[in-house]
C-alpha cells in the first residue's frame, strides 16, 4: 500500500498557472508504480487527465489538456507533479492522485485499474 498527499489546489483565474504536488509514502520501490492525476467536477464522473511511469518517466495525456499540462516526477522526493499552464474554466474540479502496480507497461486511464488515492485538492478556475 502507498499513501498519497495532493497538494497545490486554489482558485485563479482563466490563462494562469498552478502546480500540483502528490507525494507518495510507505511501500516502495516507488519505481514500480503507475502514477496518476484524475480529476472529478460536481455532478460528473471521475475522469482521467494525465498518468507517468514512474520507472521511465513515459507520460500519458487525455486530449482536453494535451498541450496545457505537463506530468511529471521527483524520484529524490517520491513526488509526482501536474503543472498545469493556460488553464480554463471547464478545468474546475477535485484533483486526484493516483497509484497502481499492476505490473503492466501500459498507461492506465481508468480509475478502477489504479488502488490507491489520495484526498484530493480543489481547483477552481474563473472566467
Known amino acids: 500500500q502507498v499513501q498519497l498527499v495532493e497538494s497545490g489546489g486554489g482558485l485563479v483565474q482563466a490563462g494562469d498557472s498552478l502546480r500540483l504536488s502528490c507525494a507518495a509514502s510507505?511501500?516502495?520501490?516507488?519505481?514500480?508504480?503507475?502514477m496518476g492525476w484524475f480529476r472529478q467536477a460536481p455532478g460528473k464522473e471521475r475522469e482521467f487527465v494525465a498518468a507517468?511511469?514512474?520507472?521511465?518517466?513515459?507520460?500519458r495525456y487525455a486530449d482536453s489538456v494535451k498541450g496545457r499540462f505537463t506530468i511529471s516526477r521527483d524520484n529524490a522526493k517520491s513526488t509526482v507533479f501536474l503543472q498545469m499552464d493556460g488553464m480554463k474554466p471547464e478545468d474546475t474540479a477535485v484533483y486526484y492522485c493516483?497509484?497502481?502496480?499492476?505490473?503492466?507497461?501500459?498507461?492506465?486511464?481508468?480509475?478502477?485499474?489504479?488502488?490507491?488515492w489520495g484526498q484530493g485538492t480543489q481547483v477552481t478556475v474563473s472566467a
Open positions: 493516483s497509484a497502481e502496480r499492476t505490473g503492466t507497461y501500459d498507461l492506465l486511464t481508468t480509475p478502477g485499474a489504479y488502488d490507491n
Open positions: 510507505g511501500r516502495g520501490p516507488f519505481s514500480g508504480y503507475g
Open positions: 507517468i511511469r514512474w520507472s521511465v518517466g513515459r507520460t
